[in-house]
């Protein structure tokens, strides 16, 4: 197992006397990531409240999905913590230090935090279907007929009630991408992470995925969200948070961050982008 240093700044017991009703409520502490001699991430902090939508944006290499991915632990961080209503995914506390899980552990820690990512990664072998209902069944000991009853009510919610038996290459790249997000919601997860799921898209196919996304938004989830897609971000985000070299330099609702930009290094990067 890895250990990690714990910030001197999280505050353990008011993380342990939260109350229950705060679900979906994701802080991000301190954080740095480095591969070698590249610091990917610089101590970065954020909060999402639950049911908020939170935009990542910025230039390519600015640390956004390296970010998303430390959420549920598929990334380590070298510093910092992160917690989803208060509890780590990936790490215990022994003392001052955290020390990472054991895979099975991390599996099950993981189930609350749901990523979609941007190339689908459907199993090609399975049907929609039943790459919606694996999970359930392996991670949530639900029986078969349980979770192909959710599986329906799932493809259902995402427009696909009638692609259930199609395989992924029988199905165009807005419809893989909807059948994983059906995939990631069948965990009922506190969160559901969204690592660019429009880029793998052609144009016309954008829509439909977006659609699906801001329904998400109406009911309520906890969403964060890599995205070079501004006008979306613009139109469903809470608020929007600008990376760039592993760093927020800003962030705070769309019509400020996006139309009155505060820092220069913004400025420049959505005068190219918009």
């Not at 941007?118 to 072998?125: A, E, G, I």
């Amino acid at each position: 197992m890895t250990a990690t240093t714990l910030t001197p700044s999280f505050d353990l017991q008011q993380v342990a006397t939260r109350t229950p009703a705060s679900i979906g409520r994701v802080e991000i502490t301190d954080v740095s990531k480095a591969y070698g001699a590249n610091q990917v991430l610089r101590d970065v902090s954020l909060t999402v409240e639950p049911g908020q939508v939170v935009a990542l944006i910025g230039p390519s290499g600015s640390g956004k999905s390296t970010l998303l991915r430390t959420i549920n632990h598929l990334e380590t961080v070298d510093r910092g913590s992160i917690t989803v209503d208060g509890r780590y995914i990936g790490y215990e506390r022994k003392g001052d230090v955290l020390h990472e899980l054991r895979e099975a552990e991390i599996l099950r820690r993981r189930t609350q935090v749901g990523l979609v990512f941007q190339n689908f990664n459907l199993f090609p072998h399975l049907t929609a279907i039943e790459n919606v209902i694996e999970a359930p069944i392996a991670l949530r000991r639900q029986s078969r007929a349980e979770a192909r009853s959710l599986a329906e009510a799932l493809l259902a919610r995402v427009g696909l009630a009638d692609k259930a038996g199609h395989y992924p290459r029988q199905l165009s790249g807005g419809q893989q991408q909807r059948v994983a997000i059906a995939r990631a919601l069948a965990l009922s997860p506190k969160v559901l992470l969204f690592d660019e799921p429009t880029s793998a898209l052609d144009p016309e196919l954008v829509g439909e995925v977006l659609d699906v996304i801001r329904g998400l938004a109406r009911d309520g989830t906890t969403l964060i969200i890599v995205t070079h897609e501004i006008g979306f971000a613009r139109e469903v985000a809470d608020r929007v948070v600008f990376l760039d070299h592993g760093e927020i330099l800003e962030q705070g609702p769309p019509g400020q961050v996006l139309h009155r930009p505060r820092h220069p290094r913004t400025r420049d990067f959505l005068a190219k982008v918009l």
